[in-house]
């Protein structure tokens, strides 16, 4: 099954908990994109992948846009690394209502001067990772790293 | 540089958030960056603290030439004459800057390449270099001292293992390098000054695994593991004759690791002390040879080492801990030139690895008492 002409995957059951958005896996983020392309690790589970969207979804990780973003935290409450380049912030970009979301390693790789949008319109939007600290999906600490482009 | 001032014990500002500390040129004293992407000086010979707008993203650098300061942020590199305003050097994001000399800065640009920013009379000469054909992320730089003529800065790799950047004293005629650690993702390096061995460099992982070479040019690092290390690994430092290590779980000084070192006593059983500050503190800087500032959630707080050994050394609670060292399996140096070009590396002379165990005892300190 594809979107559009990117091939990947949409499970079938799989719907966001609070806003019933549906999901698709495609292959370019799952070690078949050019390296330009972000990875997620191989061993972030499709499973594992969902629940940060879903999360996400959940908790209201918005930005002005309507973007979501989340994270994965082990059972001692690290932020678990999920990029290849060790990002550790997902972004899941907002759908037509009627498409499937689809998301992939963010941050903190710092931002590209070519795709950037230059400030006051951050790179990682601040209060999102304001958001996640509310809501106690990051410690202060873990936020006062990530916002400044550091490992958390 | 041998530290004359006296810090204050903390520094907080009820209406900024600090994001970084270290030395100002201009004052001889320290300063601050914050959240939003000011530099703050405190008080200092009776003047009143100053605050100017040097960047507008947080701030997660910051290098002071004579009449100027750089900042970088995860969304730019900019800089700030002295009473100036601020002007944008690079319209990308970077994860810190060094300064090389008073007019030469390099700014690691994570999978971009490492930004390199020269003064020149009253131009700005900007470069980027990347390793072709690599994926890396080069995340932190740290100075040598210049051999021959050339700069030579030590680098973490969060995908590449350890990077050398070599160029002129003019920040031209670059190279950059990487000695590949499949499988570590290094969050920090430093320089360990050690006067026999000046290209010495220690690295940390984020899972806590040291990496120590007595020449970053030629010879393979041996792999250190300090067993009670905890948490996911955040940043390292020289300060003195010790290894500064900060965690997601606590700060770890490792009394006298350098000069151990120097004496080739890593490569031998050998007791080395690990004193454990249980903080949670999101970064650590040095400041002066003298000051550990670790920013906390509210505040800086200096902390004099010599002070935070000597409380150590009156603390009851020892407990063991192992250095386990060796089995390093590293690659030769492979040379990836910029695009400008530069020498090559010479074939890696390869130092054995060494297997050993050290007790050490672990003192654990209490912020509250230590501070200074």
Known sequence: MSVGEEPGYEHPDWRTQRSGFRYFFYDKHHGRGGEN????????????????????????????????YGVLSDDNGQIRVIGTLQQQVAKFPVQRATDPWHGYPFYPVSADR??????????????????????????????????????? | MTATIKL?????????????????????GICFGTDDGNLLLPAYDGAKPQSWLINRDTVNGMAFGTQFAVASSPTEVTWLPRGGELHVLYAGGAHDVVAL?????????????????????????????????EQTFIYRLC?????????LVAGAGRTKGLVLYECDSLGGDFTLSFRDLPDYDLVDVCHLHSPNHPCAVAALAS????????????????????????????????????????????????????????????????????????????????????????EADDAIHALRIKELLDSAAQSNSERPTVFKAGQFAGEGYGSTPFATGGSTLSESEVMPAAVNALESPVRHLDLATSLC
Request: with cysteine; glycine share 6%.
């Open chain 1, 37 to 68: 392309v972000s990875q997620w690790r191989p061993e972030i589970t499709d499973e594992e992948e969902f629940q940060i969207f879903d999360d996400a979804d959940r908790l209201e990780l918005a930005d002005e846009t309507g973007n979501l």
């Open chain 1, 114 to 152: 070519h795709v950037r949008q230059p400030p006051p319109n951050r790179h990682m939007p601040r209060e999102v990772l304001r958001r996640m600290l509310d809501v106690e999906a990051l410690t202060r600490r873990q936020y006062k790293r990530l916002r400044k482009g550091q490992n958390a």
């Open chain 2, 8 to 28: 204050q014990p903390s520094y907080r500002y009820p209406n900024e958030d600090i994001s970084w500390a270290g030395e100002c040129t201009w004052t001889g």
């Open chain 2, 101 to 133: 000399t008073p007019t030469l800065f390099l700014a690691p640009l994570g999978p971009h390449g490492i930004l390199s920013l020269m003064r020149d009379s009253d131009r700005w000469r900007v470069g980027i270099g990347t390793a072709k054909g």
């Open chain 2, 143 to 151: 100075p040598l001292h210049p051999q021959t003529g050339r700069h």
């Open chain 2, 207 to 294: 899972d806590r695994t040291l990496f120590v070479t007595p020449d970053i040019r030629k010879v393979v690092p041996i792999q250190l593991t300090v067993s009670d290390l905890e948490g996911t690994g955040y940043t390292l430092k020289a300060l003195g004759s010790h290894l500064i290590v900060l965690t997601s779980r606590a700060l770890y000084i490792l009394e006298n690791f350098i000069e151990k070192f120097a004496k080739g006593e890593l490569q031998a059983p050998s007791k080395s002390p690990v004193y454990t500050l249980p903080v949670e503190a999101s970064e650590v800087y040095v400041a002066y040879d003298e000051y550990l500032l670790l």
